[in-house]
């Protein structure tokens, strides 16, 4: 009964921003990992950014590090992938995740694979 709810995606031009909200409903833990992934035409999925249900540790690809930050929103199990200095090559769907756990010891490393995502949305850099 888990769902994922992406927003925010679009054309924007080289060196601009956007920001991606994602929305989730039914998770039932208290401690849970969410983050965001993309995948650009040819290429498989790779991960971006994640961050802990308290917002605690997070975690980036070094392709966008300096650039993105992934923070928590101020509604319940919500998530927000700010984009900055926005580059061609950060075209791709980028999708929601999340991985929720019994114990917040059970949390082990923020790249660990996600169990349910949302449907993606569209992010275009292009001038």
């Known amino acids: 009964q888990v769902q994922l709810v992406e927003s925010g995606g679009g054309l924007v031009q080289p060196g601009g921003s956007l920001r991606l909200s994602c929305a989730a409903s039914g998770i039932l833990s208290r401690f849970y990992v969410m983050g965001w992934y993309r995948q650009a035409t040819g290429k498989q999925r790779e991960l971006v950014a994640t961050?802990?249900?308290?917002?605690?540790?997070?975690s980036y690809a070094d392709s966008v590090k300096g650039r993105f930050t992934i923070a928590t929103g101020n509604a319940r199990n919500t998530v927000l992938l700010q984009m900055n200095s926005l580059k061609p090559e950060d075209t791709a769907v980028y999708y929601c995740?999340?991985?929720?756990?019994?114990?917040?010891?059970?949390?082990?490393?923020?790249?660990?694979?996600?169990?349910?995502w949302g449907q993606g949305t569209q992010v275009t850099v292009s001038s």
């Open positions: 995740a999340a991985r929720p756990f019994t114990t917040a010891q059970a949390m082990g490393n923020l790249t660990e694979q996600m169990y349910y």
């Open positions: 961050i802990s249900w308290n917002g605690g540790s997070t």
